[in-house]
């Protein structure tokens, strides 16, 4: 039997609000799939390895349409053109580096052994690279794509999720409360914070303005992020902008 599901990919970086991103895209009756599988989608096999992974820990759902991934790191691509007949649905988000680059050092200084994104400097150097990728990435799509800002998951979902029922030609709007699932707050799954738990969006904004960026690195991120940011948004079949 042939797979049935049309894709929806998110395309973005660390620290994006992606995981509340897919708890709200999977919590919608169409929708399976809601952290980042960590797969490479180079050919139509990858999509037969999405179906297994989501099995392992999760059922799919009666009547649904949709299988759904992130893909946050350059060790990870998508190759729309390899991946035969499947719908795809492709999203694209960018945040504004000075957040990001922070909440990124905040996550790995938590953790219990030394990480190489504790750095600014490394985790400045990670946020340039991957949206440079993006840029790329976007620059030669053959598939039309849709692009938000990150913030707006957080800042105005009043906007952004309508925009995005319509692109995903969902039968129900998407929703500001969502659900936990197996997979929900597990390292390497997403956000392993209690905030994703909360099973709707938390408007309360962090800042992390404890940690210092040294200015050259941050520099280098936000003149990536302006340039990148508009190169998408001008290329994008949709977008919904701060």
Sequence with gaps: MSDPYSRIFLLSHMRAFTSLAGHILGSH?????????????????????????????????????????????????????????AELKILVSLAEPERTIRSIVHLFRQKPDPDLY???????????ARVKALADFCRTAERG?????????????????PRLSSWLALDSPLSE???????????GRGDSSARIHGG????????YSHIAIPEEALSAAQAAYRECREQMISGAADSVTL
Excluded: C, W
């Design 29 to 85: 009756p169409q929708i399976n799939g809601y952290y980042e599988m960590h797969i490479s989608y180079e050919d139509a096999s990858a999509l037969d390895r999405q179906l297994e992974v989501f099995r392992q820990g999760d059922v799919l759902k009666a009547n649904s349409r949709y299988l759904f991934d992130k893909l946050l790191h350059n060790d990870y691509l998508l190759k729309p053109e390899r991946l035969g007949p």
């Design 118 to 128: 504790a750095s600014p400097v490394e985790a400045a150097h990670y946020y340039v």
């Design 145 to 161: 794509y849709y692009y938000f800002d990150a913030e707006l998951l957080q800042a105005a979902p009043e906007r952004l999720l």
């Design 200 to 207: 709707r969006i938390d408007r309360t904004r962090v800042d």
């Design 177 to 187: 409360r969502y659900q936990t699932f197996s997979q929900t707050g597990k390292a």
